[in-house]
């Protein structure tokens, strides 16, 4: 295990590497092919038999990655032959978030691995590995946390929000919690300067959301259900809103019992205003889905 002070050396070449290659880039063919490297661990990741090799191909996997990182081309290169990994961008192109999951050997249970890559103004990147504790944060939802201390989910959408000179980088990502609930988590990202990054705000101006009680304004939300049912939650651009399934038990004695609950075909939006995302229910909202079933039957035509 390295110390702190070999991991802060670690850091620190990294940002000597990155002025030096600054100045005589690397051919973007390296780059390419580094990534054909990445693309076989991810798929071993994902696909050998044995936890031992699936860990080992993580390890590899995360040392190229950072490496990789470090270099400026890397900063808007897109890694799409790289499966199991999820590339996000915010929109003002200052901040890339990298995520990828590691299958453990219980069914439907993963480790969490993550990579954040941030530009400052005057184009030096900063990297953070993300270390997932969420096992040993007691109280989440209302827990401010940091890269080394991360409540590890596998990101696949991110949201820019503003308010006054804040950006708060809200991120939508997938934890399974077991063979038996889903979790999909309504996380934020702050960066107050790229030495002070922060995950969980106390941006959500709610109350109840997917049946949890929040006594306090909470730092993330939850979206559990049933691992059997798929349920959907996700930024609509036209819309402006993060729309997602509503959520709900078969009936009412089964409240709280996220093992069970599935989208009741309504669906609810988190919308934002003067600095805070806001809950809406019942939104009236069109999933795009055309009914093929004609409301008037055709004339029958008769053969003569």
Excluded at 126 to 135: E, F, M, Q, R
Aim: hydrophobic content about 35%.
């Amino acid at each position: 295990m390295q110390s702190s002070h070999q991991k802060k050396f670690f850091y620190l070449l990294c940002i000597f590497s990155f002025v030096s290659i600054y100045v005589n880039p690397i051919r973007s063919q390296s780059l390419r092919e580094a990534e054909s490297t990445l693309a076989d661990l991810g798929s071993k990741i994902l696909k050998a038999e044995e936890y031992n090799a699936r860990k080992q191909a993580s390890d590899e996997f995360s040392k190229l990655l950072y490496e990789l990182l470090c270099q400026p081309e890397s900063f808007n290169y897109p890694f799409e032959q790289v499966k199991n990994l999820s590339r996000l961008q915010s929109n003002d192109k200052l901040v890339n978030v990298f995520t990828w999951l590691l299958p453990q050997t219980e069914p439907n249970t993963y480790e969490f691995y993550g990579i954040l890559q941030i530009k400052d103004k005057n184009n030096r990147i900063y990297l953070y590995t993300l270390v997932d504790k969420a096992s040993e944060i007691p109280q989440p939802e209302y827990t401010a946390l940091n890269p080394a201390r991360w409540y590890g989910a596998l990101y696949y959408q991110i949201i820019d929000v503003k308010h006054g000179n804040q950006t708060f980088y809200t991120l939508l990502g997938y934890r399974p919690q077991g063979k038996s609930v889903q979790r999909k988590v309504v996380d934020a990202l702050l960066i107050k300067s790229p030495k002070n990054v922060t995950f969980g705000a106390q941006i959500f101006y709610i109350q109840d959301f997917a049946d949890r009680r929040y006594m306090k304004k909470p730092f993330r939300l939850f979206y559990d259900y049933s691992a059997s049912v798929s349920a959907t939650l996700r930024y609509n651009e036209k819309e402006k809103m993060i729309i997602m399934d509503h959520l709900a038990p078969p009936d009412a004695s089964k409240k709280g019992l996220f093992a069970v609950y599935g989208p009741d075909f309504s669906y609810d939006g988190l919308y934002w205003n003067n600095g805070h995302w806001h809950l809406k229910e019942q939104i009236k909202f069109d999933t795009g889905i055309k009914d093929e079933i004609p409301t008037v039957p055709p004339p029958v035509r008769r053969k003569f």
